[in-house]
Each structure stands twice: as C-alpha cells, then as structure tokens.
C-alpha cells in the first residue's frame, strides 16, 4: 500500500496526538476513499467538492445524532487542510450480509429488528431545527415513474414486466406518506452495519452522509437489502415501539420502487445491470403481495 504512504502523512499532520503506524486496509468508493489505519482508525478522503461537503455536514450532523439514538455511530474529528479527511475509531464489527442473517433464529432476529427500530425511531423523534442548522437537506426522490418505465422496462426480462408496470401504477397513485416527514438515514442496509457476528448484537451504524428529511416509510427500504425478513420485522417492531401505523404494504411497494430507480438508473453502467434486476427479482419473488399497497 505503498502508494497511500502520501494520505498516512497527511493523516499524521492533521492529528499529531495520534501515532498511526501503517495503512491496514482501504476502502474506495464513489465519493470517498477510506482508508482502514491500524485496524482501529478510519479516515475518509473525499474524491470531489459535493463528497467533501457531505463529508463536513456528516461530521457536524453526527453529534446530534449520537445523542437521540441508542446505538454506537461514529465521532469523526473533521480536517480542512487540502484534502479536507474526517478520522474516527472504528465500531467493532463486520457488514452485516445476507448469509450472516440467514444464521441468526428468530429471537435473534427479533433483537436485531428492535434494535434497529429503536435507532430509526431515535432518529425520527429528532426536531428538525437541529439538523436543517448543519445543512440537512431533503432526500432526492425516486426517478419518477414515467422516467423508470421509459429506462428500465426494456431491460428486464420480459416475465417481469407486466408485474414491474403493475408497481410503478401503484407508485403513480401512492399519494403522500400518512406518517409525513421525519429526519432519518435513510441508507441503512446491512453494509453500513457493524455487527458482531460472536455475540450477534449490532454494535453500530455508521456512514451518514446520506441522513436527510423524507417520507417516514423510505427509512426502512435499505434493510430489505439485507433481508425481506428483516424488513418485515424491522416494521413490525417499529410499530410496536412507536405506536405509529406504519403500513408495511407501503414499504413493500416502496422497496420494489426503489429497486426498479436504481436499475433505471444504471443505463450507463451495463455491468451493473445484471445484479439489479437480480436484487427486483428477488424483492418480488419474496413479496408475492407487491403490489398491494394502501393509498392516502
């Protein structure tokens, strides 16, 4: 990892107190490199000026957070020196995967959808003037139907079509969330979960650049990534937890929305087509429901 050395130093100068000794892992994405210091730090460097402004808004934005929910986040120190970084210890743990869930009973299950019910709902309670000071925005909205049906249709199998056109009809007449808007993730799937797999506890939630206001329902999509049958426990615990009439059809469909958006989205990128339509597939053939949703 020699060619990371560069980003090691300009860690080391930003933070003096701190002695790093080497670069143990790295992690790129489209808006941020990560880079994993002594099996105990993370530092984000962002690769564009929108990135490094999610970045500073994250980092002002987390302390809020940490306060209103149950669960470990993040507590980065923010850097402005060019590039600007944030550096934060890690939360113990490891994504939590399709096949990790697949191993937990229901109990455990359960534990999991409280746990993570506890944390949005944390969320949701926070007043809004917090959030809107440090620059929280609204959350973009899905491609509008129209747009999906006139980018995705043509690419998936044709099987799949009419029920995809029955969901985005469906979506046409959704009407607004019951529940109006709450400040939340909103990105909460399994990868930006730190779960103990010995113990099966969640030991945090991290990666919040995406945390904005939006429809109460939307919250709970991601963690249909890791699971339907989180999804459909994480509303039901909600519900309980809440006492909110959190309408699971409604997520549901929202969550097939969601799938057939990203595939809409991803004309441009052709090696990612295949595993969209995969993830719709899956969503649908677990969902036989969806399309069932309530309007109003």
Known sequence: MDQLDPLLSRVRRAFPKYRFEAVTARRDGLDCLAIEIDHDWIAKIPRHEAAAHRLRREAALLPLIAAAVPVAVPAPSYDDWQPPMTLHRMIPGVALTPALYALL????????????????????????????????????????????????????????????????????????????????????????????????????????????????????????????????????????????????ERVRLLTAAHRLSELAEA??????????????????????????ARRG
């Not at 979506?171 to 990868?191: C, E, N, T």
């Not at 429809?215 to 991601?222: A, G």
């Open 105 to 248: 009973s229901s109990p455990e299950r359960n534990r999991l959808a409280t746990d993570l019910a506890r944390f949005h709902l944390g969320m949701h309670r926070m007043p809004f003037e917090g959030p809107r000071a440090f620059g929280a925005g609204e959350v973009p909205d899905l491609l509008p139907a129209a747009v999906i049906r006139a980018r995705a249709m043509a690419l998936l199998p044709a099987a799949m079509r009419p029920r995809a056109a029955l969901v985005l009809r469906e979506i046409d007449d959704l009407g607004p969330d019951p529940l109006g808007q709450v400040f939340g993730h909103y990105d909460a799937h399994g990868g930006n979960m730190a779960w103990d797999p010995d113990t099966r506890v969640l030991n945090g939630i991290f990666d919040f650049a995406d945390a904005g206001f939006g429809d109460l329902h939307r919250d709970f999509v991601p963690a249909g990534f890791v699971s339907p049958d989180l999804s459909e426990r994480l509303v039901a615990a909600y519900a309980r937890e809440s006492g909110l009439p959190v309408d699971p």
């Open 267 to 292: 004309t441009d990128l052709p090696d990612a087509i295949p595993g969209r339509i995969r993830s719709l597939a899956q969503w649908l053939n677990a969902m036989p429901n969806v399309p069932a």
